[in-house]
């Protein structure tokens, strides 16, 4: 099991940057490949970043080249650094913890953190 809180959303302006944080607890944090993803109202719940266990990291077409996924083991906690945020990065934004085992696959989810982009 592993539980996951996230942190760092809030309002900001087109243009502005936030970072989020996620803190785990619960099991080894170093073994769970990480994710964000993010839900605005009335749509699915998208992937925005990962960053495996290993430390290799795949972004959404959309969000490339603005926002950095990134992990401290040390510290049992993922971050997404979000630039230059324009007002379609409006959602909920939820932390994903994964394994994958012999015995099956985990998900674990964190309860999510708005982020708001509005002047």
């Known amino acids: 099991q592993v539980q996951l809180v996230e942190s760092g959303g809030g309002l900001v302006q087109p243009g502005g940057s936030l970072r989020l944080s996620c803190a785990a607890s619960?099991?080894?944090?170093?073994?769970?490949?990480m994710g964000w993803y993010r839900q605005a109202p009335g749509k699915q719940r998208d992937m925005v970043a990962r960053?495996?266990?290993?430390?290799?990291?795949t972004y959404a077409d959309s969000v490339k080249g603005r926002f950095t996924i990134s992990r401290d083991n040390a510290k049992n906690t993922v971050y997404l650094q979000m630039n230059s945020l324009k007002p379609e990065d409006t959602a909920v934004y939820y932390c994903d913890a994964h394994r994958t085992t012999v015995g099956g696959s985990y998900d674990y989810w964190g309860q999510g953190t708005q982020v708001t982009v509005s002047s």
């Open positions: 960053i495996t266990s290993g430390g290799r990291t």
């Open positions: 619960g099991s080894i944090f170093s073994i769970y490949d």
